[in-house]
């Protein structure tokens, strides 16, 4: 099991930037699906942005907004987020998912392991 613990979120206003972190206790020689998901009152879960052994994928509303990068060397996964927007306005987790594939679906269902979210407020 994936120890994963968020930090970064905060309120900003319109326009503004934040970076989550994710600290993470994955092992350095296995392969693991990271991904960032996030939940606003009174709607579901919904995928923001994956990361693979190939590639990245990002949910269409933040996509040229939104970065996902990690610091193998730190164990830890971000999240870069500029241009927030209200729509933004969400509690963010990150989560993990052992697994060897290029490309990491951003579905809730998929990932086993899950944080316990950091706030974010955007204002307009």
């Known amino acids: 099991q994936v120890q994963l613990a968020e930090s970064g979120g905060g309120s900003v206003e319109t326009g503004g930037s934040l970076r989550l972190s994710c600290a993470t206790s994955?092992?350095?020689?296995?392969?693991?699906?990271l991904a960032w998901f996030r939940q606003a009152p009174g709607k579901e879960r919904e995928g923001v942005a994956s990361?693979?052994?190939?590639?990245?994928l990002y949910e269409d509303s933040v996509k040229g907004r939104f970065t996902i990068s990690q610091d193998r060397a730190k164990n830890t996964l971000y999240l870069q987020m500029n241009s927030l927007k209200p729509d933004d306005t969400a509690i963010y987790y990150c989560?993990?998912?052992?697994?060897?594939?290029?490309?990491?679906?951003?579905?809730?269902?998929?990932?086993?392991?899950w944080g316990q979210g950091t706030q974010v407020t955007v204002s307009s």
């Open positions: 989560a993990a998912v052992l697994a060897q594939v290029g490309t990491c679906p951003i579905l809730t269902h998929i990932y086993s392991d």
């Open positions: 994955t092992n350095p020689g296995s392969q693991y699906c």
């Open positions: 990361l693979g052994r190939v590639r990245a």
